[in-house]
């Protein structure tokens, strides 16, 4: 973990301590912990859960989207800092 991380990893909290009530139900709140607390802790994007995690994210913001419920760009955000609580894959 990096500084980088854990302040992506600060967003993602504070961003679910503004809205979560609001526009997620508890399950999503709880995937979207689940996925940046999988993510802030590996150390690899292949480590055990990483990219299960990401998919996981992917689909749910889809979801929100979908459904009116989340902007696109609100949505976006949130995905971005979730992933970014991850390990930078490296480029082969």
Not at 37 to 57: K, N, Q, S, V
Not at 73 to 82: G, P, Q, T, Y
Request: charged share 30%; with cysteine; net charge negative.
């Amino acid at each position: 973990m990096n500084s980088e991380r854990a302040q992506a990893y600060g967003r993602v909290v504070k961003t679910l301590d503004d809205v979560a009530a609001a526009k997620l139900q508890p399950g999503e709140e709880q995937r979207v912990r689940d996925a940046a607390d999988t993510l802030l802790f590996c150390e690899t994007i292949d480590a055990p859960g990483a990219r299960e995690a990401l998919e996981d994210m992917d689909g749910l913001i889809g979801h929100l989207v979908e459904a009116d419920r989340w902007s696109p760009e609100r949505a976006s955000a949130l995905s971005d800092d979730v992933a970014a609580c991850g390990p930078v894959p490296q480029l082969a």
